[in-house]
């Protein structure tokens, strides 16, 4: 069964730094998200991305964020100077369709600690 | 804007027995519904869905869902949990995004 992958499992990174979080979406895949949960909290909606363009973002995602599907398969999330309020797990998601029966499947997750 | 809350952090069951997860919602239109289940250190995993038709909804693992309009909810309900059901639970609803409660912990004891 196609499933959506991300890598690394794990990033820890000194504050300031750039991260980037690699995502490989369903292959047929139109709708792409960023959700991030800090620890202990609910999952939080970062960003959607389709047709290579934002479609919809939250107070989150502010000008420290961006994103980019830079090879057709992969999906990027940056974070150009990172604080240490970024340090959450980040989930990206993939969705086939715009209905709105279609559920979004989720990835592992990538986990940032920013020190 | 469209949310819903999970009205309890924890739901602890002896196996065997039902589980029941509350799921209220507030939504202008029609609500597109889901659940999701998180396993430790594992990401979010569909279980079901409502979108229209029948208000008892099955999904995966023997997990099912009741959509009740009157009482604006969406209770995830199993008739005999396993050990192997314990994880955090997430319901959702949609529009452009998922706007996810705060998680409900099922713990099923042996």
């Known amino acids: 069964e196609p499933e959506v992958t991300q890598t690394p499992s794990h990033q820890v990174t000194q504050m300031g730094q750039e991260v980037i979080l690699r995502c490989v979406p369903i292959?047929?895949?139109?709708?792409f998200y960023w959700y991030r949960q800090i620890l202990g909290q609910k999952v939080e909606f970062l960003v959607s991305?389709?047709?290579?363009?934002?479609?919809?973002k939250s107070e989150i995602f502010d000008d420290q964020f961006s994103v980019e599907r830079p090879d057709g398969s992969n999906f990027t999330l940056k974070i150009r100077s990172t604080k240490l309020e970024d340090s959450a797990m980040y989930f990206c998601?993939?969705?086939?369709?715009?209905?709105?029966?279609?559920?979004?499947?989720f990835g592992p997750g990538t986990r940032l600690t920013v020190l | 804007a469209q949310s819903v809350a999970q009205p309890e952090d924890q739901v602890n069951v002896a196996e065997g027995n039902p589980l029941t997860v509350k799921c209220t919602y507030s939504?202008?239109?029609?609500?597109?519904l889901f659940w999701y289940v998180q396993y430790p250190n594992r990401g979010l995993q569909f279980l079901l869905k409502?979108?229209?038709?029948?208000?008892l909804v099955k999904g995966s693992y023997g997990f099912e869902a009741e959509f009740n309009k009157s009482q604006t909810s969406f209770h995830l309900k199993k008739p005999s949990a396993l050990v192997s059901d314990s994880a955090l639970y997430f319901c959702?609803?949609?529009?452009?995004?998922?706007?996810f409660g705060a998680g409900t912990t099922v713990t099923v004891r042996a």
């Open positions: 959702a609803v949609r529009d452009y995004k998922l706007s």
């Open positions: 991305f389709y047709n290579n363009e934002i479609s919809e």
């Open positions: 409502y979108i229209t038709g029948d208000n």
């Open positions: 939504v202008s239109g029609n609500p597109y």
């Open positions: 998601a993939s969705r086939k369709t715009s209905g709105g029966d279609n559920e979004q499947f």
């Open positions: 292959s047929n895949h139109l709708y």
